[in-house]
């Protein structure tokens, strides 16, 4: 059992973030145990034999593979410094990991069980160095087993957030905090884990925590102590379909709506951009903004704004919509 210090003041500055480097170093795990993440496999099929082909994954590859262990083993804070917020940029995330103190790598480096491998002594004798190739393994590592699958993982990932968002608006902090995940509770003046392999200590100034809404985190959680915010990584609703073929709709609400606007209904499982919408339905931009119109006007679909993005969703009135017409 972990406890990170989480006084009502310190609730104050819980916030929510969204990270790149969290979901490679969860989906790196994914792949080093693939059964015990089995809600993955569609992707774990799909990315492991490029991966594999590049020399990324393997007993004898580089730091990144040797750096995340299988669960329940140790993971170096320094792998995911605290996010910035709902805005995840890799360039930016990557630019704090190299900037990592040479003795905060070490000292963590001293964590790890077992003989050091090669690659992990280069990074202890020279972690300056070993940092900047640790970032190139990750850049091609995202390249080619989540740049072409972020745009839905960001989508349900911002999800989560704005039904997170909304649990606290309802039911407190106390009603978000103790929905996270059934190994997460917050009692008295702390934030009570039930991990192994954690030392994330106390927080007694209220120095608050970082929420990471995670994809491949599932079905356990992570925290960490790094610098000095701890963050809790847990898994984000709504995976049963993140691998799922596109959903189509119904003949019959396409013969009242019209097929594009009809098909635009059935892609908003989720809140998502005009963008995004373009791409999960294979209509135009110019035309998902005129059909966004007219299903507003209608009822159908409310809009909001999300950091930088105006994101959709259906409201209850097309879900009933959808229900009746399947």
Do not use: K
């Not at 034999?49 to 040797?66: M, N, Q, T, V």
């Not at 709709?249 to 635009?264: F, K, N, T």
Request: with cysteine; net charge neutral; proline share 9%.
């Amino acid at each position: 059992m972990v406890a990170i210090g989480l006084s009502a003041g310190a609730v104050a500055r819980v916030r929510f973030a969204l990270s790149c480097l969290w979901e490679t170093v969860a989906s790196v795990r994914v792949l080093r145990d693939p059964g015990q993440h089995a809600i993955h496999l569609p992707w774990v099929n799909r990315v492991r034999p490029r991966l594999a082909e590049a020399h990324l994954i393997g007993p004898d590859r580089g730091l990144l593979w040797h750096l995340v262990p299988p669960a329940p083993g140790y993971l170096a804070d320094f792998l995911t410094p605290p996010p910035a917020g709902l805005t995840p940029d890799l360039g930016q995330e990557l630019a704090a990991l190299r900037g990592t103190p040479p003795g905060t790598v070490r000292a963590q480096l001293d964590l790890y069980p077992g003989p050091r491998p090669a690659a992990l002594s280069a990074l202890y004798a020279d972690p300056e160095d070993g940092l900047h190739r640790l970032a190139g393994e990750i850049e091609a590592y995202w390249r080619l087993a989540l740049a072409g699958d972020w745009p839905r993982i960001r989508a349900l990932l911002e999800a989560e957030v704005f039904r997170r968002a909304r649990r606290l608006a309802e039911d407190g902090a106390a009603g978000l905090l103790n929905d996270l995940h059934e190994r997460v509770r917050w009692e008295g003046d702390a934030l009570l884990i039930s991990q192994r392999h954690c030392t994330a200590p106390d927080v007694p100034d209220g120095s608050g925590l970082v929420l990471v809404p995670s994809v491949f985190v599932w079905p356990s959680v992570l925290s960490i102590a790094a610098g000095d915010v701890p963050q809790l990584a847990y898994p984000a609703r709504g995976l049963g379909v993140l691998w799922a073929c596109p959903p189509t709709a119904p003949d019959a609400l396409g013969a009242v709506l019209g097929r594009g606007r009809a098909r635009l209904l059935a892609a908003l499982d989720a809140p998502r951009s005009t963008t995004e919408l373009a791409r999960h339905t294979g209509l135009s931009p110019a035309g998902v903004s005129q059909h966004l119109t007219a299903l507003r006007a209608a009822g159908l679909v409310v809009t909001h704004r999300q950091g930088r993005s105006l994101l959709s969703s259906r409201t209850a009135v097309a879900e009933a919509l959808l229900t009746a017409a399947a």
